[in-house]
């Protein structure tokens, strides 16, 4: 955070006069029943994001910031510099230079490959939501393909839910504890590359990531009962990624190996999409997910199917809804989500949470056990400014 | 060839010379819609790249209109079809969110959307392009280039259009996955530009009439229209494309329409 205040503070004045825009968002979530450690029913939030972008053709400045006070769970509160970063394109690179979020991967509901930047675990379970990083990030372009290689200048350690939040593991997490196996702790510079090229219908990208895991194993904090510490390895992490196009259906899957984080592992996303336009001939289209998931550390494995039906208004109406289904623990999560433009400023989505937990225990590893209680209704209100 | 053994050769080469005969003057009527598509078609020769504001203007039965807005920008690739981005500007929820197409002659074209909150760049399949252009009138497929080898042409009649004498010509989309059976085309005869377009959807319907106007002149050869109009006969819905901030030779090069360059788009 210091450190981007004062890439900032060097900036030169007249990069700040871009386009400036933001957006305030209002969040409260509805529990139907108090948590499993006593947390209650009702949680609001309120987020504030203002953004600067300024395009000069060959330097390119952006800023955008976001803050997030919660109601009940301090852990939910967030200063982030999501970007604050200048492209200077050359004739043969292009170099960035700042606080950035990077996206990797092709899958849609879970998202094994992207590393570069750290998770904001309280928003939501998608992982999508990300905390800016510091970096410098060199791109070459050529005919056969795209390389981007990154030096990733420090690490943010992943916020989690405090012990009034809900959605949280049943142990507090002692994020003050976090431990390190890099002397150099959250300083260490960590190193990645990715490519990526398509060929016809054929997309494919490798990557490797050196440096700290963004995800943590869990230690028994020594000073504390019933409490855990992240601990935060240095690991390498392969990563590959494939998307084909067959007519309207996409192929797709990523996997990763990574070492240094207990035993070496594989996980994998893998699955298609398709999509059904002018769905029973009206205007809709239907939208299909269906993925697979693998992971060697864990005995479930399980699959989602997510739909999303468009209604193509001029609110750009949406329902989503998404299963996901634990074969072996006989375990459902479902998620169902409406969203509408109102007017030019705002959108408005509502969301259902539901978990179905089989209280009986057949010996198998349970995903949703510490969510028993965490079935919610969620309505957003997002006023663009 | 075997099972034409049998016949002599005088008569094999009386029925290859009917069978050529044949094949010519029937492309002889087929052809003249096709030439008069080439000839429209070579208004977008040459113009190397192209930078427009566009304003699209959704209209209900009411009369009621809501507005967005986009940019748009466009490169000329000499041996297939152009490269183009949409980037949107309103409203607000999707601002940024940007469309980068590949058109290709034959082929289906390259598509990927890039999704700012997010920073993803997603390939996207082009095959489905009949689905409504930002909740609008125009279908995706309204909005890509039309390569004179996507479809195949037979020339109807001369008609006067608004005071001007057209060609009118019908064509029929080669890809399987067009919304559309088939079009009827207007093309003035003094410049070759579209004037108006029926669209029949696959129940051979007149589904959507579209129509363009205020054609200016760039750099003395490229036409532009500054207006272009949907009407659904359907639902009794309209769509208005205005153009604005027409410039041509902006200096684009294949970098500017790169997946990479959509990340820098915001």
């Known amino acids: ?59 390119i400045f952006h800023f955008k910031a976001k803050l997030r006070r919660d109601s009940e ?30 996206f990797w991967g092709v899958t849609e509901t879970s998202h094994r490959v992207d590393i570069v930047n750290q998770t904001d675990f309280t928003e939501g379970f998608d992982g999508e939501e990300k905390l800016g990083q ?62 990526s090229n398509y060929y016809d219908n ?122 996901i289904i634990n074969d072996r623990s006989k375990e459902l999560g479902f998620l169902l989500e409406a969203s509408r433009r109102i007017g030019e400023c705002c959108l408005l989505s509502l969301e259902g949470v539901y978990f179905d937990d089989t209280d009986e225990d057949n010996g198998k590893q349970k995903l949703f056990q510490a969510f028993m209680e965490d079935d919610f209704l969620r309505a957003e209100f997002i006023y663009y400014l | 060839m075997k099972g034409l053994s049998h016949l002599k050769n005088k008569q094999f080469t009386a029925l290859v010379m009917a069978m050529i005969l044949a094949s010519i003057t029937g492309n002889l009527f087929a052809n003249k819609g096709l030439e008069i598509a080439i000839l429209s078609d070579k208004n977008n020769d040459d113009f190397i790249d192209s930078s427009s504001s566009m304003t699209m203007n959704l209209i209900n039965k009411r009369g009621e209109v809501v507005t967005r807005k986009l940019r748009f920008k466009r490169l000329e690739v000499p041996t297939d079809g152009d490269k183009s981005i949409a980037i949107f500007e309103s409203p607000r929820d999707v601002k940024g969110v940007a469309i980068l197409s590949y058109a290709h002659k034959v082929k289906a074209d390259d598509q990927w959307l890039y999704l700012p909150a997010l920073k993803r760049v997603k390939r996207i399949a082009s095959k489905n392009k009949s689905g409504p252009f930002l909740g609008s009138e125009f279908s ?64 051979s319907f007149h589904l959507k009439t579209q129509l363009f106007k205020d054609y200016r002149k760039y750099e003395g050869f490229f036409w532009q229209p500054h207006e272009i109009e949907m009407i659904n006969h359907q639902n009794g819905k309209r769509s208005i494309l205005l153009f604005d901030d027409v410039k041509l030779k902006n200096g684009f090069t294949d970098r500017d329409f790169s997946q990479n360059s959509l990340k820098r788009s915001r």
């Not at chain 1, 050359?90 to 950035?100: P, R, T, Y």
């Not at chain 1, 992490?237 to 594989?266: C, M, N, P, W």
């Open chain 1, 202 to 323: 054929l997309d494919i990208a490798i990557s490797h990531f050196s440096g700290t895991s963004r995800e943590p194993r869990f230690l028994p904090s020594p000073n504390k009962i019933n409490a855990l510490v992240p601990l935060y390895e240095v690991i390498d992490q392969t990563g590959l990624e494939i998307q084909y196009l067959l007519d309207s259906l996409v192929i797709k899957g990523e996997v990763i190996s990574r070492s240094g984080h207990g035993a070496r592992f594989t996980a994998a996303t893998y699955g298609f999409e398709y999509t059904q336009v002018g769905f029973l001939q009206t205007r809709m289209d239907l939208g299909w997910v269906v993925e697979f998931n693998h992971d060697d550390r864990l005995e479930s494995s399980p699959f989602v199917l997510g739909t999303r039906f468009s209604f193509n208004d001029i609110y750009d109406s949406q329902i989503l809804s998404g299963f």
């Open chain 2, 140 to 203: 995706f497929e309204d909005f890509s280039f039309q390569e004179v080898e996507k479809y195949d042409y037979v020339y109807l009649k001369e008609e006067i259009y608004q005071e001007k004498p057209c060609y009118v010509v019908e064509r029929k989309p080669l890809d399987p996955y067009s919304g559309y059976t088939k079009q009827l085309v207007w093309i003035d005869k003094e410049n070759y530009l579209v004037q108006k377009i029926h669209h029949f959807d696959r129940k």
């Open chain 1, 73 to 102: 769970d301090s852990g939910r509160n967030l200063n982030d510099i999501q970007e604050l970063y200048l492209i200077n394109i050359f004739e043969d690179k292009e170099i960035k230079f700042g606080v950035s979020k990077e």
């Open chain 1, 1 to 59: 955070m210091l450190k981007g205040l004062l890439v900032m503070s060097i900036l030169p004045a007249q990069l700040v006069v871009g386009e400036m825009i933001g957006e305030l968002s209002f969040d409260n979530r509805y529990f139907f029943n108090v948590g499993l450690q006593e947390q209650e029913k009702n949680h609001s939030s309120f987020s504030f994001s203002p953004e600067i972008f300024k395009d000069d053709s060959n330097r």
């Open chain 1, 134 to 195: 510091p970096m410098i990030k060199i791109s070459f372009e050529r005919p056969w393909g795209l390389l981007d290689i990154y030096a990733l200048l420090g690490f943010r350690e992943r916020n989690f839910s405090g012990i009034k939040g809900r959605l949280r593991s049943p142990l507090s997490i002692n994020e003050k504890n976090s431990l390190y196996s890099s002397s150099s702790k959250n300083k260490r510079v960590d190193f990645a590359f990715r490519w």
